[in-house]
C-alpha cells in the first residue's frame, strides 16, 4: 500500500465517474459525491457534511476554537485558508500588479478591487432602482435608502436614521463638534462635503 504513493498506483476507480485513487477509503469518501449521503451530522446544528474533517471545521462555529494562530501578532483564526491570506499583512511581498499602473498588492482580491478604478466596472446592481456600484459596501448602504427602517437613533433627541454615518452627522449639532477644518483659514465644518465646498470658493476668492 505504502509503494503506491510513490509509484502512483490509483487501483480504485469510481463507477460513476471514473476517478481513481490510490486507498478505498479514499474512494468511499468520494462515492458520497454521487449518492448525495452526508455522513456527518453537527449535534448542535443537524447540518451534515460528506466529510469528517468539514464537520470539525464547521464545528468551530459554535465553540469559538479558532486553532490557527499568526506567529507575528497573535491574531488566531478558524481556518489554514484564513491566516495563510493573514499572513500577507505582515510580508513586505506583494504578488498581484496591476498591468496598467503597475501598483502591486499582496493579495490577489485587493488587486481586484484596485483594477475597478481603472474601468467604469459596477458589478453590484440595486434590486431596486438598477443603480450600480463598483464595491458590494456601497451597494449595501445604498439600500438603506429604499428601506423605511431606521435603525439609528440619537440618545439626546430621539431622532433616527437610516444609516450610522447620518447619525454622526447629527449629533455634532449637540456636541459642537466641527471636525473638518480648512487648512488655508482654519475655519471648520460638521461635515466634509461643506469643507470642499468652502475651500473652492475660498480659492477662486484667491485667484
Known amino acids: ?7 502512483g ?3 480504485y476507480a469510481c463507477v460513476e465517474c471514473n476517478k481513481s485513487f490510490k486507498r478505498s477509503g479514499q474512494l468511499k469518501l468520494h462515492q458520497h459525491i ?16 460528506i466529510e469528517k474533517g468539514s464537520l470539525k471545521k464547521h464545528q468551530r462555529v459554535h465553540d469559538g476554537e479558532r486553532p490557527y494562530s499568526c506567529d507575528v501578532c497573535d491574531k488566531s483564526f478558524k481556518e489554514r485558508r484564513l491566516l495563510k491570506s493573514h ?5 513586505e511581498e506583494r504578488c498581484y500588479t496591476c498591468g496598467l499602473c503597475s501598483k502591486s498588492f499582496r493579495q490577489p482580491q485587493a488587486l ?6 481603472h474601468t467604469e466596472g459596477r458589478p453590484y446592481t440595486c434590486d431596486v432602482c438598477n443603480k450600480q456600484f463598483k464595491w458590494r459596501q456601497i451597494l449595501q448602504s445604498h439600500l438603506l ?3 423605511e427602517e431606521r435603525h439609528y437613533t440619537c440618545g ?15 449629533q455634532r449639532t449637540h456636541t459642537g463638534a466641527r471636525p473638518y477644518t480648512c487648512d488655508m483659514c482654519n475655519k ?15 480659492c477662486n476668492q484667491h485667484l
Request: a positive charge.
Open 1 to 7: 500500500m505504502h509503494q503506491r504513493i510513490h509509484t
Open 9 to 11: 498506483d490509483l487501483p
Open 34 to 49: 454521487h449518492t448525495g449521503e452526508r455522513p456527518y451530522s453537527c449535534g448542535k446544528c443537524n447540518k451534515s457534511f
Open 87 to 91: 499572513l500577507l499583512i505582515h510580508s
Open 112 to 117: 481586484k478591487a484596485h483594477q475597478r478604478t
Open 145 to 147: 435608502i429604499h428601506s
Open 156 to 170: 439626546v433627541c430621539s431622532k433616527s436614521f437610516i444609516q450610522v454615518a447620518h447619525l454622526k452627522v447629527h
Open 188 to 202: 471648520s465644518f460638521t461635515q466634509k462635503f461643506a469643507l470642499k465646498k468652502h475651500v473652492l470658493l475660498h
